[in-house]
């Protein structure tokens, strides 16, 4: 999607609360989560609580919003990657930008020079506007969304095809399979930039398939809840693109740099990996990764106090301490997934805190103090998260919520975040209700601050 068609949903989106807050209409406006992993076997239980009757809505909204848009190809870019190979992903570093003071010319330059002419040097947190001219990240971002969702919805039904099943299948073929659309499994152009020593790609460009974490969640519930149209086929054909696209992560320099870069970065890196690793089967590898995540990077990503100093230390620390929370929050899902007996919850860093000191310490943390009130939204998700897991017997964090994100049980997550408190009990026979007020993430709706919650997964 362009920003312009990005900003126009979101309008619609906020226009349509608006004007029929009414109504008992409980849909949340589309929001992409950092990342997250599923538990299929919770999903193809199908052992809901009677509170989620709002947080289907909203996921059936979504995913018929992302289908109205696919299906998605790397090949949906206006120039080719430097191998002058249609098929190879390509994207822009966000933060870096052209600097032309040395560069000696005598008149202004146009932007094709300043492409060739002037070294990018980088600024953090500063998105130069070019990087949008490719829109891979966004579509893979929408892509991996639209499998989530489109799974979630197919097991709302008892069916074994739906067009949501079978949308995830053209889906999954135009981006990875597909012989004139398929993307070639690397990253060797991801988060390029420009200038006399650019072209090239940065370890930091493996972030942007951070999301396939939420495809091999939707390809589990398919496979889980024994799909016809998720032939054995398009199965091995998915697995073999995956374990070429997972050597290349685990043996090239941009690949093993990433895996090993300390802060969110590794933490997204490590969420990629075991969630490729489960879906080829290789459980016992998927187990090790983890392990290497939990005993590695993480020990040092909190500290006593529950700051993440790796994060505090950014241009947003907002942000960025909410987005490592949900890449940590994925791993623990996943470990936990893929190993009932580990305890990645109770897991200490080497200064003796857990995901939940630092989810309590992100708790006291002012959007505003550092410019980000726009992305306020971005801790709802990682409370609802730690809720469910660690419980809240004090119900502090449901107040947090309730407070701050009145239609909390409305969001997605709220399906999958359980036990919860919350959300409306679905009347016999009638139709579901939320828990009421009809608002979003941050408060008074405002365009702005729709656009700015739904732009944060791709905050780097
Ligand atoms: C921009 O280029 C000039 C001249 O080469 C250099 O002195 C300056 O440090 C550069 N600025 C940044 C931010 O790298
Ligand atoms: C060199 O080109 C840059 C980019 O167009 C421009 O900002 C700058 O003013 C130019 N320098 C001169 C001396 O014209
Ligand atoms: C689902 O469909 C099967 C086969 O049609 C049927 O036997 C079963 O009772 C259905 N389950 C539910 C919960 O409706
Ligand atoms: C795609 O390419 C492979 C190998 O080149 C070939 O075997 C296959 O038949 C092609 N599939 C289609 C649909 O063209
Ligand atoms: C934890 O990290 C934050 C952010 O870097 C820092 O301000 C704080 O002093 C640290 N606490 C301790 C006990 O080191």
């Known amino acids: ?45 199908g052992d809901f609580p009677n509170t989620v009757g709002g947080a289907k809505a909203t996921i059936l909204n979504w995913a018929e919003k992302l289908n109205a848009e696919g299906p ?12 002058g190979n249609k098929n190879d992903y390509m994207s822009w570093a966000p933060y870096r930008w052209p600097n032309c003071t040395g560069v000696g010319n005598t008149t202004a330059l146009t932007p094709e020079q300043i492409w060739v002419t002037c070294p990018y040097v980088n600024r953090d947190g500063q998105f130069n506007p070019d990087r949008l001219t490719i829109k891979n990240v966004l579509d893979f971002s929408d892509f991996s969304d639209a499998v989530l969702y489109n799974a979630l919805a197919f097991s709302f039904q008892n069916e074994t095809s739906s067009v949501y099943s079978k949308n995830i299948v053209k889906f999954v ?11 070639n499994p690397n990253l060797n152009y991801a988060q390029m930039w420009r200038g006399p020593d650019g072209q090239v790609g940065e370890r930091t460009g493996v972030l942007d398939l951070k999301g396939f974490v939420k495809i091999v ?24 693109w ?47 990764a983890g392990n290497t995540y939990f005993q590695g990077i993480y020990q040092n990503q909190i500290n006593s106090t529950g700051d993440q100093p ?49 989810l309590d310490m992100t ?9 980000e009130e726009d992305l306020v939204g971005e801790i709802y998700p990682n409370i609802a998260a730690v809720a469910s897991i660690y419980g809240d017997p004090d119900g502090k964090y449901a107040a947090f919520l309730q407070s701050n994100f009145p239609v909390y049980a409305s969001d997605a997550d709220f399906l999958w975040n359980q036990p919860l408190a919350g959300g409306t009990p679905e009347k016999v026979g009638g139709r579901t209700g939320s828990s009421g007020a009809v608002g979003h993430r941050g408060g008074g709706i405002t365009i702005g601050a729709l656009l700015g919650a739904s732009m944060v997964s791709l905050l780097l």
């Not at 998605?72 to 191998?83: E, G, I, Q």
């Not at 949900?326 to 857990?354: E, V």
Request: net charge neutral; charged share 20%.
């Open 310 to 358: 790796l994060e505090a230390a950014r241009t947003r620390p907002y942000h960025y301490r909410n987005y490592n929370l949900g890449a940590m929050i994925t791993n623990a899902r996943l470990l936990k997934y893929l190993d009932p007996s580990s305890d990645p919850w109770k897991m200490k860093t080497k200064n003796g805190a857990t995901i939940q000191d630092a």
């Open 1 to 45: 999607m362009s920003p312009s068609a990005l900003f126009f949903s979101f309008f619609l989106a906020a226009y349509s609360i608006l004007t029929v807050s009414a109504q008992a209409v409980d849909v949340v406006p589309f929001y992409s989560y950092a990342n997250d992993f599923v538990d299929p076997n919770y999903i193809v239980a």
């Open 363 to 371: 708790m006291t943390v002012h959007a505003a103090d550092s410019g």
């Open 217 to 240: 969640s939707g390809i589990l519930i398919l496979r889980k809840r024994k799909s016809v149209d998720w032939t054995p086929e398009i199965d091995s054909q998915l697995v073999s």
């Open 72 to 83: 998605w190809s790397v090949t949906d870019k206006p120039m080719l990657a430097p191998s």
């Open 242 to 288: 995956s374990k070429k696209y997972m050597e290349w992560l685990e043996t090239n320099k941009l690949g093993i740099e990433e895996c090993a870069s300390t802060n969110n970065h590794g933490s997204f890196c490590f969420n990629q990996l075991i969630a490729l690793k489960l879906l080829v089967n290789d459980i016992p590898g998927a187990i090790r």
């Open 173 to 183: 073929n135009a981006w990875f399979l597909d012989n004139s659309t398929g993307m």
